[in-house]
């Protein structure tokens, strides 16, 4: 069998970021990095209660304004986010449930600068009225906007399950 051409190869490496970039435009990327995304299922602290499920996302943001505002597309419904901010929790606090190792700081969205570590939790699906800019977006979707710009989407790939709360 003859070796391919080293050309092929030169090519081949060349084009290979053309067709990454060309892929990843399918949706715009935000200004943050995606370091989680799980869903829990709380339970009740009552047997009548019902199990409260969400979606989260731990994400490093990077711009260096504000986010404005957060959605997330699943089910086909959209759903609007609320931001915290979260900080590496000790090792020696043994009262997070297994696979939260991370405290909530109360904070405002304009507080939030480049370098935070934010928790972005849906609320209820179907609660977000989504603008006609988002209205062809596919499911798991991320959506954001920081203050005049235009909307930016992440498609999440994988999301995981993680062991949920019981409420008192």
Known sequence: MKPLNPLYYALLLLLTPLYADATARKYKIPQFDLIDAYTRSDLPGRSDGMTNTTTQFIVIWRDPSFPETFAWRANNKWAA??????????????????GINYTIERTTRQQIKAGDTLLITTLMPGSFTAPPALQKINN?????????????????????????????
């Open 81 to 98: 986010c609320k931001t915290e901010k979260i900080h590496a929790a000790p090792a020696s606090n043994t009262a997070l449930p297994k």
């Open 140 to 168: 798991n979707t991320i959506a954001l906007k920081t203050g005049s710009k235009k909307w930016a989407f992440l498609s999440v790939k994988k999301i995981e399950k993680k062991p949920g709360l019981m409420k008192q």
